[in-house]
């Protein structure tokens, strides 16, 4: 973003103390309203490919986004709603893989959570609630064998009650 600078919060033109309004062409496209990003925007690769698209509102990601790897595959797609993931979102691994799946909830992990290894085997299943382990969880080694379950609550990620 060449001929910006960033200052409390909004996109200025070197020099100036207006906020910029207008569209940027680059290895960043988009518009800006009154110093905010604004619409749609596509940023790109040094090799060309993307590396994400999405909208932003009043300066927040809003809307439907997508994330690339450089060699193109999909890295990541979901929501955002005021600048938070929110809604079902998918990970993969560079190889197009399944990585992770699940809701968020205001950028909170919220729901049934799947993660899978680099293979595809699952690795872990289980739910948050509102960010935190809840329930029971299992998890898998790489070949599908049964290594852990556990049930209860937990805080930070460590079992704290049954």
Known sequence: ?????????????KFSDLPFTGELAG?????FKYGLKEGSWVSYW???QISKIGNYKNGKKDGYWEEYYENGQTQSKG????????GYWESYWENGQLK?????N???????????????EL????TYIKGDKEGTWVSYT??????KRQTGQFKNGIKISD
């Open 100 to 104: 992770s799946k699940g809701n968020f």
């Open 1 to 13: 973003m060449d001929g910006l600078i960033y200052r409390d919060g909004l996109y200025y033109r």
């Open 46 to 48: 040094n090799n060309g």
């Open 123 to 126: 690795l872990s299943k289980g």
């Open 106 to 120: 205001n950028g909170m992990i919220d729901g049934v959570w799947i993660s899978c290894w680099e293979s595809g």
């Open 79 to 86: 929501h955002f709603k005021e600048g938070a993931a929110n």
């Open 27 to 31: 290895k960043n496209q988009g518009s």
């Open 142 to 147: 790489a070949d599908g064998t049964l290594l």
